[in-house]
């Protein structure tokens, strides 16, 4: 039995894990198999490499060339004259730039115009969306019935079809729309506009900029309310029982829990004042005469409008500093933020 034992016992040894010893040794035929197994790892883990670079190169494609294609194109055009359809360019440099901020007495004025409204724009919707998306938010984590049918009624109008909605605006905004005539009704008829709320000059900005809040809320009240969920609820109890109010708990605990949310909303409205045009190309078309121009409705004019003038390098120019002035107020913000938290 024990010479059994001994003869055995170095074969166990060279073969752990329990495999099996080749015919030199257990530790020569392991590492043969381990070399296999090494080689066979590798090559999954290539093939599986090269399926996953074919899946992305699609995606990969079609950012070159919608993407940065695009862009680099648009960004040499802005140095150029051309109507788009002459087969070539008259090269200008700076003068694009210099012929919308100041020089070209056709387009400087236009363009500081729409630069003054699209300001009142950007203070408008940031302000007010917060403004109501915020309370509206605390008023529906509050609620304890209903909370998933009002979170869908107050997320309505982001997912209804915006061209359809901003004309449903537009009628209900004419001299014989609905909100005269709920004035009307209501004995307030001195606040009717005859000409409509989108026909007099001092009532057609600020109601496009309602109409524009009215579509930013829902977001804006889905990411509040969001935050509100992930509060812990013991920070409230404590201030309760600090004898903080309601008020004073919304005010002091729950608002300082979410700025950094206040600042995502109030970046996302920026830029969408800034560049957007949609709602009032659709609804006002820049008027009643200059009143609702903003800089993007100025720069889809310079590009899309102008028949066969040479504007394309003009709009793209304005493009350029829309995205300036787009990506100044990101880093401020992002700045602002990272100093308050």
Same mark, same amino acid.
């Given at each position: 039995?024990?010479?059994?034992?001994?003869?055995?016992?170095?074969?166990?040894? /060279?073969?752990?894990?329990?495999?099996?010893?080749?015919?030199?040794?257990?530790?020569?035929?392991?590492?043969?198999?381990?070399?296999? $197994?090494?080689?066979?790892?590798?090559?999954?883990?290539?093939?599986?490499?090269?399926?996953?670079?074919?899946?992305?190169?699609?995606?990969?494609?079609?950012?070159?060339?919608?993407?940065?294609?695009?862009? $680099?194109?648009?960004?040499?055009?802005?140095?150029?004259?051309? =109507? /788009?359809?002459?087969?070539? +360019?008259?090269?200008? /440099?700076?003068?694009?730039?210099?012929?919308?901020?100041?020089? !070209?007495?056709?387009?400087?004025?236009?363009?500081?115009?729409?630069?003054?409204?699209?300001?009142?724009?950007?203070? $408008?919707?940031?302000?007010?969306?917060?403004?109501?998306?915020?309370?509206?938010?605390?008023?529906?984590?509050?609620?304890?019935?209903?909370?998933?049918?009002?979170?869908?009624?107050?997320?309505?109008?982001?997912?209804?079809? %915006?061209?359809?909605?901003?004309?449903?605006?537009?009628?209900?905004?004419?001299?014989?729309?609905?909100? =005269?005539?709920? #004035?009307?009704?209501?004995?307030?008829?001195?606040?009717?506009?005859?000409?409509?709320?989108?026909?007099?000059?001092?009532?057609?900005?600020?109601?496009?900029?309602?109409?524009?809040?009215? /579509?930013?809320?829902?977001?804006?009240?889905?990411?509040?309310?969001?935050?509100?969920?992930?509060?812990?609820?013991?920070?409230?109890?404590?201030?309760?029982? !600090?004898?903080?109010? +309601?008020?004073?708990?919304?005010?002091?605990?729950?608002?300082?829990?979410?700025?950094?949310?206040?600042?995502?909303?109030?970046?996302? =409205?920026?830029?969408?004042?800034?560049? %957007?045009?949609?709602?009032?190309?659709?609804?006002? !078309?820049?008027? *009643?005469?200059?009143?609702? =121009?903003?800089?993007?409705?100025?720069?889809? @004019?310079?590009?899309? #409008?102008?028949?066969?003038? *040479?504007?394309?390098?003009?709009?793209?120019?304005? $493009?350029?500093?829309?995205?300036?002035?787009?990506?100044?107020?990101?880093?401020?913000?992002?700045?602002?933020? @990272?100093?308050?938290?």
């Amino acid at each position: 039995m024990s010479a059994a034992f001994r003869s055995a016992a170095p074969a166990e040894a /060279g073969a752990p894990g329990g495999g099996r010893p080749g015919p030199l040794g257990g530790p020569a035929a392991d590492g043969g198999q381990a070399s296999s $197994g090494s080689s066979g790892g590798r090559s999954a883990r290539l093939r599986e490499a090269l399926a996953g670079y074919a899946f992305v190169a699609p995606a990969v494609v079609l950012f070159c060339v919608m993407g940065l294609y695009t862009v $680099g194109y648009g960004f040499t055009l802005s140095f150029a004259q051309w =109507n /788009g359809f002459t087969p070539h +360019w008259t090269w200008v /440099g700076l003068g694009n730039y210099a012929d919308i901020l100041w020089h !070209d007495p056709r387009y400087a004025p236009r363009v500081r115009h729409a630069a003054v409204n699209t300001l009142w724009v950007m203070i $408008g919707v940031p302000v007010l969306t917060v403004v109501v998306s915020f309370p509206l938010a605390v008023l529906l984590n509050q609620a304890k019935r209903m909370q998933g049918f009002l979170r869908s009624v107050y997320f309505l109008p982001y997912v209804t079809s %915006g061209i359809a909605v901003f004309f449903a605006w537009t009628y209900i905004l004419q001299p014989d729309g609905a909100v =005269n005539t709920l #004035l009307g009704q209501l004995g307030l008829g001195s606040l009717q506009q005859p000409q409509g709320w989108l026909g007099n000059p001092d009532t057609a900005l600020p109601t496009m900029i309602v109409v524009t809040v009215w /579509g930013a809320v829902p977001v804006a009240m889905l990411l509040y309310l969001t935050g509100l969920q992930g509060i812990d609820g013991s920070l409230l109890e404590a201030a309760q029982l !600090d004898g903080a109010g +309601w008020w004073r708990s919304t005010a002091s605990v729950v608002w300082p829990l979410v700025r950094p949310i206040t600042s995502i909303v109030v970046l996302l =409205n920026l830029r969408e004042s800034l560049q %957007g045009f949609q709602t009032f190309l659709v609804m006002t !078309d820049g008027g *009643p005469g200059d009143h609702t =121009n903003v800089l993007g409705l100025e720069a889809y @004019r310079l590009a899309f #409008l102008k028949d066969l003038a *040479p504007t394309l390098g003009l709009a793209s120019a304005l $493009g350029w500093l829309l995205f300036a002035a787009a990506l100044i107020l990101a880093l401020i913000n992002l700045r602002a933020l @990272r100093s308050k938290t």
